[in-house]
């Protein structure tokens, strides 16, 4: 079966750092681009970061860019978030995405709760 | 950058036909997709590039866009359609991927 799944969530002060992972299983992982979305509680859906197969290409929203870092393993079929520098702002379900022309597989999400 | 203006909320009765806008100034220029995401559950795509639909996705959901605007249409709509929708696209103009306010779809 084509699965993803986030882990790395949790509670973190403001100002602190988490990252995230995303393992994939399924499918040819290193075919395909990969974003990581976000939504905050009781909020929309906001897109944070994409990166392309090879990585080659890497994409953030004004709202992240400069605080955190998307990175990708092919070997070990897995994409990261590295997120420093965090606010409450922050706080959100961080789900990952396969990328074909749209995001057609989802995780399930892990939850990050910015709080002092 | 882009923003893609949905209705916050559409009422519809089972059986009938519920259609969910998107509006933007650009969108004609881009391919955008729909999701369909239930409480507590990760987002599901029921449209993708305007009109195509993933397998597994009922024909009762259909996309289309006009001028500015995309519309998802549910037909013949099912309890079990109750959910929040949002369209995406891509804004090349600055490289971002852009998602709509969200529509919730009510079933009366």
């Known amino acids: 079966d084509v699965q993803l799944v986030e882990s790395g969530g949790g509670l973190v002060k403001p100002g602190g750092s988490l990252r995230l992972s995303c393992a994939a299983s399924?499918?040819?992982?290193?075919?395909?681009?990969m974003n990581w979305v976000r939504q905050a509680p009781g909020k929309g859906l906001e897109w944070v970061s994409s990166i392309s197969s090879s990585s080659t290409y890497i994409y953030y929203a004004d709202s992240v860019k400069g605080r955190f870092t998307i990175s990708r393993d092919n070997a070990k079929n897995s994409m990261y978030l590295q997120m420093d520098g965090l606010s409450v702002e922050d706080t959100a379900i961080y789900y990952c995405?396969?990328?074909?022309?749209?995001?057609?597989?989802w995780g399930n999400g892990t939850r990050v709760t910015v709080s002092s | 950058s882009s923003v893609l203006t949905q209705p916050p909320s559409v009422s519809v009765a089972p059986g009938q036909t519920a259609s969910i806008t998107c509006g933007e100034n650009n969108i004609g220029d881009n391919s955008v997709h729909w999701y369909q995401q239930k409480p507590g559950q990760a987002p599901v795509l029921v449209v993708f590039?305007?009109?195509s639909r993933p397998s597994g996705i009922p024909e009762r959901f259909s996309g289309s866009k006009s001028g500015n605007t995309a519309t998802l249409t549910i037909s013949r709509v099912e309890a079990g359609d109750e959910a929040d929708y949002y369209c995406?696209?891509?804004?090349?103009?600055?490289?971002?991927?852009?998602f709509g306010t969200g529509t919730k779809v009510t079933v009366l």
């Open positions: 590039d305007d009109s």
């Open positions: 995405a396969r990328d074909k022309t749209s995001m057609d597989v």
């Open positions: 995406k696209m891509w804004d090349s103009s600055s490289d971002h991927y852009v």
């Open positions: 399924g499918f040819g992982f290193s075919r395909y681009a």
